[in-house]
T-cell receptor, first 113, second 114 residues
Framework: EPEVTQTPSHQVTQMGQEVILRCVPI?????FYWYRQILGQKVEFLVS????????KSEIFDDQFSVERPDGSNFTLKIRSTKLEDSAMYFC???????????FGPGTRLLVL | AQSVAQPEDQVNVAEGNPLTVKCTYS??????LFWYVQYPNRGLQFLLK??????LVKGSYGFEAEFNKSQTSFHLKKPSALVSDSALYFC????????????FGTGTRLLVSP
């Protein structure tokens, strides 16, 4: 069964460093999303992406964040200058054209020191 | 604005007994409703959804949920719990038009004892 994959599973970085989180959505899906879950808190929407552009973003998704679909298969989230409060589990999700279901990857646990 | 409430942080049930995990929502217009399950160190796995039609929807692993528009609820149920059902359960909602983001509840930990 097709699934969303994410790399790395864990990443530790120093405050102020740039990180890139990678996702491979399900093939033929059209809509892509990033969410995050700070430890012990709810899952929060960051950004949605369709037709090679951002379709919606939350107030969390400020100028330090960017997304890209560089090659038609990968979907990346970049944080330019990480802060301590960026420490969280980051989930990628994708959705097909007709199916309303978003399918989630296993997540990347980011720790900013 | 959309919101989801999961009033119970934890639900405890004995194996073989029926289980219910509660969810209420707030959204303008007609909702799309979802349940996801999260096992330790795993991502969010889709269980079931309500889009339209029959208010009782059936999903994976014997779970079902009932959409109640008047009570704005979408409780998750299973007739006979298994120890392996122990996990964190999230209810989520989105509007049926326009923006597609899911808004999640805070999650309910289900503990099924042998």
């Amino acid at each position: 069964e097709p699934e969303v994959t994410q790399t790395p599973s864990h990443q530790v970085t120093q405050m102020g460093q740039e990180v890139i989180l990678r996702c491979v959505p399900i093939s033929n899906h059209l809509y892509f999303y990033w969410y995050r879950q700070i430890l012990g808190q709810k899952v929060e929407f960051l950004v949605s992406f369709y037709n090679n552009e951002i379709s919606e973003k939350s107030e969390i998704f400020d100028d330090q964040f960017s997304v890209e679909r560089p090659d038609g298969s990968n979907f990346t989230l970049k944080i330019r200058s990480t802060k301590l409060e960026d420490s969280a589990m980051y989930f990628c999700a994708s959705r097909g054209g007709l199916d309303e279901t978003q399918y989630f990857g296993p997540g990347t646990r980011l720790l900013v020191l | 604005a959309q919101s989801v409430a999961q009033p119970e942080d934890q639900v405890n049930v004995a194996e073989g007994n029926p289980l219910t995990v509660k969810c209420t929502y707030s959204v303008s217009g007609n909702p799309y409703l979802f349940w996801y399950v999260q096992y330790p160190n795993r991502g969010l796995q889709f269980l079931l959804k309500y889009i339209t039609g029959d208010n009782l929807v059936k999903g994976s692993y014997g779970f079902e949920a009932e959409f109640n528009k008047s009570q704005t609820s979408f409780h998750l149920k299973k007739p006979s719990a298994l120890v392996s059902d122990s996990a964190l359960y999230f209810c989520a909602v989105r509007r049926n038009t326009g923006f597609q983001k899911l808004v999640f509840g805070t999650g309910t930990r289900l503990l099924v004892s042998p």
